[in-house]
């Protein structure tokens, strides 16, 4: 069955990196669209990123446009999520989700996910 | 960005309700809408997509209706398993958008 797991979650100081991964399983990773979606402390979901099947179409939110980029490694069946000039607002949980579009350029909606990695930052 | 509106944020129930939550997007979004459910702790669970569509393994007492701007979730028979958050998300435009939530408490 689908498993997502993601990892490199951690506290860290504002205005530094982090780096998210999310190992891909169950699936034919290349054929699906993916997700970033994070969870605020006590707060609701919040979509930060997508990136398409074939890895060419990429959008995010615009609170983190220009500083988060979103990418995929087929070869390693592996999303990851380069996230820099971290800010106090960035923490949260951040879920990986796989799209339910098979090889979708405009992708669906996640049908699966990923149990979290907990990013804080704070100095 | 479309704007996502839940009601309400809160809803207090007994099992064997009957439960509606409205969702309402600030622009048409024709049938391109899901409904998740999240328990404490955990990732959300897809229910509905496209509006109306029950995702596989999920219990026939969720259903969904709606299109355009309005969106309801139906729980007909209230379950203890079914107390938790529900969101729900438009998918018509790249730039994607939750509601809110509303959480569903034993009364």
């Known amino acids: 069955q689908v498993q997502l797991v993601e990892s490199g979650g951690g506290v860290v100081q504002p205005g530094r990196s982090l780096r998210l991964s999310c190992a891909a399983s169950g699936f034919t990773f290349s054929n699906f669209g993916m997700h970033w979606v994070r969870q605020a402390p006590g707060k609701g979901l919040a979509w930060v990123a997508l990136?398409?099947?074939?890895?060419?179409?990429?959008f995010s939110t615009d609170s983190v446009k220009g500083r988060f980029t979103i990418s995929r490694d087929d070869s390693k069946n592996t999303l990851y999520l380069q996230m820099d000039s971290l800010r106090a607002e960035d923490t949260a949980v951040y879920y990986c989700?796989?799209?339910?579009?098979?090889?979708?350029?405009?992708?669906?909606?996640?049908?699966?996910w990923g149990q979290g990695t907990l990013v804080t930052v704070s100095s | 960005d479309i704007q996502m509106t839940q009601s309400p944020s809160t809803l207090s129930a007994s099992v064997g309700d009957r439960v509606t939550i409205t969702c309402r997007a600030s622009?048409?979004?024709?049938?391109?809408l899901a409904w998740y459910q999240q328990k404490p702790g955990k990732a959300p669970k897809l229910l509905i997509y496209?509006?109306?569509s029950l995702e596989g393994g999920v219990p026939s007492r969720f259903s969904g209706s709606g299109s355009g701007t309005e969106f309801t979730l139906t729980i007909s028979c209230l379950q203890p398993d079914d107390f938790a958050t529900y969101y729900c998300?438009?998918?018509?435009?790249?730039?994607?958008?939750f509601g809110q939530g509303t959480k569903v408490e034993i009364k």
């Open positions: 989700a796989k799209d339910g579009g098979f090889r979708s350029a405009v992708l669906e909606t996640p049908n699966a």
């Open positions: 990136i398409s099947y074939n890895g060419v179409n990429k």
């Open positions: 622009q048409s979004i024709g049938s391109r």
């Open positions: 496209k509006a109306s």
């Open positions: 998300q438009q998918y018509n435009t790249e730039f994607r958008t």
